[in-house]
């Protein structure tokens, strides 16, 4: 990353508070990161965290930064970035972590021929192990996809699509994807407990058994369905489960799951985009 870069970030939330600890960790001077918000307790917060310089003016903060982070809320995003028009350098690279809003929206509220890079991170970035989807338009140079891959690799992987509409189905996976592995975990612990389990024991199984699974999955050479095959034994425990799970419907319902997260995407994208 270009250490003498200029990071500002509008909205100081879990995401850029994730995001700018990653950044400090990886080296990189809390000099060049400032953040704009409308809550200033929030502000004196990150302020104090990382004596960062802090606004609540967007436009202001803008003005002074080569790169734009935008982290609000999906429902006031236009309003953001019309606030910004004026303000933001012109070759100023503007990076959102906004679910749903296209970058031709983002575009046309913050004036034409801007740089912005599309992305949806998850919530594992808070502790560095986040997977980030990214998109770039197509007036955003190399350096500035390099630039965009930097900020977002500080809190884990990032993964590049080529079509824009491909970051709503990395919503629908590892976007909101956690939250689906919390409810198979806390259903796991949950059903132990009526097997017999106290409490606590179930739910430390159940979380170090699905971290344990994630680390084999990320080390081993073999594919998920390979690395299942293995735990699962002819006429076994495991396969007894499976089976009921299959019975049950578990591959279409995640299906289905996930297809509603995607068609809610894209529902959020034509919502919020059309204000004008």
Same mark, same amino acid.
């Given at each position: ?19 700018? /600890? ?20 929030? @502000? ?25 982070? @935008?982290?609000?809320?999906? !429902?006031?995003?236009? #309003?953001?970035?019309?606030? @910004? ?10 990076? /959102? ?22 992305? %949806?991170?998850?919530?594992?970035? #808070? ?19 390099? @630039? ?5 690799? /500080? ?29 198979? %975990?806390?259903?796991?612990? !949950? ?14 199984? =159940? ?12 080390? =081993? ?26 019975? !049950? ?28």
């Amino acid at each position: 990353m270009q250490k003498s870069s200029t990071i500002g970030f509008i909205g100081a939330g879990n995401m850029a508070y994730a995001l700018i /600890s990653g950044l400090v960790n990886n080296g990189f001077s809390t000099k060049n990161i400032k953040v704009s918000d409308t809550n200033k307790e929030l @502000l004196s917060l990150r302020k104090k965290e990382f004596n960062l310089e802090v606004f609540t003016d967007n436009a202001a903060l803008a003005a002074k930064c080569d790169v734009v982070v @935008l982290a609000v809320k999906p !429902q006031v995003l236009s #309003l953001v970035c019309k606030d @910004l028009k004026e303000s933001l350098n012109s070759n100023s690279l503007i990076v /959102s972590i906004v679910a749903g809003i296209k970058s031709y929206d983002i575009g046309r509220w913050l004036g034409e021929n801007k740089a912005i890079v599309r992305t %949806m991170p998850n919530t594992p970035a #808070l502790l560095g192990q986040g997977i980030t989807g990214l998109f770039a338009n197509d007036n955003t140079s190399n350096e500035q996809k390099s @630039l965009a891959e930097s900020v977002l690799k /500080s809190v884990g992987s990032c993964l590049w699509v080529n079509d824009e509409d491909m970051l709503d189905a990395v919503t629908a996976l590892s976007g909101s994807g956690p939250a689906y592995l919390f409810l198979m %975990m806390e259903s796991m612990a !949950q059903s132990g407990v009526a097997l017999g389990l106290d409490e606590d024991t179930a739910t430390k199984l =159940s979380i170090q058994t699905a971290l344990g699974a994630s680390m084999m999955a990320d080390q =081993s050479a073999d594919s998920l369905h390979e690395l299942r095959a293995k735990v699962t034994s002819p006429n076994g425990t495991t396969q007894v489960a499976i089976e009921s799970l299959q019975d !049950q419907g578990f591959e279409i319902m995640v299906a289905h799951a996930m297809r509603a997260a995607f068609d809610r995407a894209k529902e959020i994208g034509s919502e919020l985009g059309n204000d004008e």
